[in-house]
Nanobody, 123 residues
Framework: QLQLVESGGGLVQPGGSLRLSCSAS????????VGWFRQAPGKGREGVAC????????NYAGSVKDRFTISRDSAKNTFYLQMNSLKPEDTAVYYCAATRSSCYVPEREWNAWGQGTQVTVSS
């Protein structure tokens, strides 16, 4: 059974940093593209960052580019989202996900999802 478990959300002041973690069980992330999505109150879910199955390619939403970084640790079968220079508009529930396809497939083709973790950016 493919399972992803997230951790690391919380409350942070504007300009601060957080790191989200997503640990996988039941499968090896080495063969999957991995990504982070978020859903703000009253809005649809959007893709934030993605890393292809080899980890050689990453891409980011324009709103987080140069502030967020996606990375992997194969030994721990875990991937991360480092979020710096956080803004109030980054407030959302963040979800990690994995797919055997590529970063560009629709959400319905992502094979595993985390439970979501709340990130609140507020003073």
């Amino acid at each position: 059974q493919l399972q992803l478990v997230e951790s690391g959300g919380g409350l942070v002041q504007p300009g601060g940093s957080l790191r989200l973690s997503c640990s996988a069980s039941g499968f090896s992330l080495d063969y999957y593209a991995v990504g982070w999505f978020r859903q703000a109150p009253g809005k649809g879910r959007e893709g934030v960052a993605c890393s292809n199955s080899g980890g050689r390619m990453t891409n980011y939403a324009g709103s987080v580019k140069d502030r967020f970084t996606i990375s992997r640790d194969s030994a721990k079968n875990t991937f991360y989202l480092q979020m710096n220079s956080l803004k109030p508009e980054d407030t959302a529930v963040y979800y990690c996900a994995a797919t055997r396809s590529s970063c560009y497939v629709p959400e319905r083709e992502w094979n595993a999802w985390g439970q979501g973790t709340q990130v609140t950016v507020s003073s």
